[in-house]
């Protein structure tokens, strides 16, 4: 980096004036209308309109373990209210029917007796014990024990405690089917509920039986999901109150994701394009378009070569050692050293594949590079981000005479870059899955996600360089010069945001259907550009 990129002065903050006009009058260079005209339909549907409609709240909750187990136990009282459901065949309901309050009420009060069936919750036993026996037997190891060493299911099977214990610690070592165990008795489909395991299983099993029961509450439950972060033990509660399809969700843990396919947050961009994108991106299938553009196969042995040297004369390796021309491919010893005659023909097979995966691995090379960049760009303006709450904001503070409040535009600024780096980032898979063919729609796109990257770096710029002249050793006195850093980093802030919302609004409105198709937009280009210069 020259020395001169950290050289700043009054300049810096004269120059976000052009900035600011510059990325409103560009705008006026696109001929909107004419390039759009034959795609988009103009609607001035205020609920459609993306100046007039922002983005739709959703409604998400974060819950701690404390809070998952409030909620658990909360939804066992309300069946177990019902007079013939205890507490602990409330919880055997709710485990079978996926913990929804709702689907026991209806099964139950529709036809209890099959829902008892079902589940296993018997009203009297089957199985009749002698009434005046003092010892009962095992059913599992046949020996005789008094009546206080001895526990029951509803079914009325005697087993003894060390029997039990070894079934009941047998089960839940085998994983979560444990929460549905029924009764030893091959033939007895009899639930056996949470105060009997309490009873009759050892510290450990019990433990984790119980943890068992709280991640059922998550897993099983339609309307919640663990946090993906790793090592995060939060879960998400997520009700939309629109019939939007912003699925973003941001974890305690400071993590976001998508909750429709909990990959990190990609909005703007549909999670079929993420999900296909993730795996080209992981898949071998890139090592073999690789080799197909990079090396040619050895006429002889069929191996793949790549030319590592200046000359076209190529030996290929042991044991094979067959001279050829990487030209022409033809045997070296009948080459005579010159291929530069022309003949006419079609092209063979494998040239026609070498070329298609060659022009493949470009167009994937192009979009990955800036995928990853922005996706690095994010990552250093998290830290960035951390710096300057931690380290900076103080000290500027102190040398500019600023109260926190007052200089919570920087962390707004810093916010946004974070949030549209994101966003930048998936656009570029977007990108690469539009089709080719349709180059009226690519050039637009290409022109949207142009514009909006050309006012990110601006604003990253005056966040990330122009600042620094107050962050130094020896910054200068309060002035009117923070004052205009003040205006324009806001007024860059809110501009990137504008066209972002106004670029994120327009890649969703085309994800119904097929995600390339923009020709379903239901609102004018002119009016997004519109509202940007305003």
């Known amino acids: 980096m020259d020395s001169g990129d950290d050289i700043h002065d009054a300049n810096d903050i004269e120059s976000l004036n052009e900035d600011i006009e510059s990325l409103n009058d560009n705008y006026d260079n696109y001929d909107d209308d004419a390039a759009a005209a034959d795609y988009f339909d103009d609607d001035d549907d205020d609920d459609t309109h993306p100046a007039k409609s922002r983005r739709i709240e959703q409604s998400f909750t974060i819950l701690k373990e404390s809070d998952i187990r409030q909620r658990q136990e909360d939804d066992i009282r309300r069946v177990a209210a019902v007079p013939s459901i205890p507490h602990g065949a409330a919880s055997i309901l709710l485990c079978h029917y996926n913990w929804s309050v709702s689907r026991v009420n209806d099964a139950w009060f529709a036809d209890e007796h099959e829902v008892r069936r079902t589940v296993g919750l018997l009203e009297k036993p089957v199985y009749d014990n002698p009434a005046d026996a003092k010892e009962l037997t095992c059913g599992i190891c046949f020996e005789a024990y008094p009546l206080s060493e001895i526990e029951t299911a509803s079914c009325g099977h005697p087993f003894c405690f060390s029997c039990w214990g070894g079934y009941i610690g047998t089960s839940i070592n085998d994983g979560p089917g444990c ?217 500027l503070g102190d040398s500019q005479r600023q109260t926190e409040l007052e200089l919570k535009f920087i962390t707004e600024a810093w916010l946004q870059i974070v949030e549209c780096r994101r966003v930048l980032k998936w656009t570029y898979a977007y990108g690469y899955y539009l089709p080719d063919n349709e180059q009226a729609k690519k050039k637009f796109f290409e022109y949207l996600q142009g514009e909006a990257e050309s006012g990110l770096e601006r604003l990253h710029h005056c966040a990330e360089k122009v600042i620094q002249v107050f962050l130094s050793d020896d910054p200068p006195s309060p002035s009117e010069e923070f004052n205009d850093f003040r205006k324009k980093l806001t007024e860059l802030t809110n501009v990137t945001r504008n066209y972002f919302e106004n670029l994120v609004k327009a890649l969703e409105n085309v994800h119904d259907g097929n995600p390339c198709d923009l020709d379903k937009r239901p609102w004018g280009a002119g009016a997004m550009m519109n509202e940007m210069k305003e």
């Open 179 to 395: 929460l549905l165990l029924r009764c030893p008795e091959s033939a007895c489909g009899a639930a056996v509920d949470q105060d009997m395991i309490n009873l009759l299983a050892s510290g450990e099993d019990k433990d984790k039986y119980d943890r068992y029961l709280l991640r059922s509450y998550i897993e099983d439950n339609k309307k919640t999901k663990w946090c993906p972060a790793p090592g995060c033990e939060h879960a998400v509660n997520f009700d939309p109150t629109g019939t939007g399809k912003d699925y973003d969700v941001s974890c305690l843990c400071s993590y976001s994701f998508c909750w429709n396919c909990t990959e990190e947050s990609h909005r703007s961009v549909d999670c079929g394009t993420v999900s296909k994108w993730i795996l080209k991106n992981s898949s071998e299938s890139e090592n073999v378009t690789w080799i197909l553009a990079k090396t040619k196969p050895c006429p002889e042995c069929k191996r793949p070569i790549e030319k590592n040297h200046g000359c076209m004369h190529m030996t290929c390796s042991q044991p094979c050692r067959f001279e050829f021309c990487w030209i022409c491919l033809g045997a070296w010893r009948k080459h005579g050293g010159s291929c530069n005659r022309y003949e006419s023909g079609e092209q063979n097979e494998t040239e026609k594949r070498r070329e298609m995966a060659k022009k493949s691995l470009e167009k994937y090379t192009h979009y990955y590079k800036r995928w990853a960049s922005n996706q690095s760009s994010r990552q250093k303006a998290v830290a960035d981000l951390q710096e300057m709450q931690s380290v900076h904001m103080k000290n």
